[in-house]
């Protein structure tokens, strides 16, 4: 494998040995003789996987790209995700970038975020975390929590379908 379908492997499988075993089962055959396995094979394996969608999905967020988001979000609802499991999501991928943003401001560097702050992430994504987090603010994530909010109260109180709440949510998030 080349390093770089190495990283995408990791990002992109569930993290223990029996998932792993079984996507490394899918590529072998996918990729039979050849000798070298390369990103593209990782992604046309995984590509759907469910922890490869969700990394996607925060990819996407990340870098405020809304048309990649939003067909991430829409992988993820046909893969049986429910609307509330998303704006979970939505809350954590937000929580943490607002973690590393306070971090930042107090002066934490990025080696000691990485090791210590953002623990909750595989080890293989927490530096791209850090790098996603350059293009937010502190005043952009409050406007950001506080449309997360409104959001939850709206798929409490209204009959309005939370697909589409949630993706307004999402434009609105990425807009802010």
Known sequence: MTDKAIEEFLNRI???YYNAANEL?????????????TEEDIMQSLGTTRSGTLIDFYRAL??????????AMEKMLFADWKPLQILFQLTRF???IWKIL??????ITDNEIVSKYITDFHPNQRRE????????NINALEKIFALLLETDQQFKL????????LCNCLLKILDA
Do not use: C, M, W
């Open 62 to 71: 990340g870098r405020k790209q809304a048309k990649q988001a939003i067909e």
């Open 102 to 107: 306070l971090l930042k401001k107090a002066h």
């Open 25 to 37: 089962t899918k590529l072998d055959l996918l990729t039979r003789d050849r000798t070298t396995i």
């Open 129 to 136: 975390f850090l790098d996603l987090s350059r293009y937010y």
């Open 158 to 165: 209204t009959v309005a379908e939370p697909q589409i709440l």
């Open 14 to 16: 569930e993290l223990d």
């Open 94 to 96: 937000y929580f943490n």
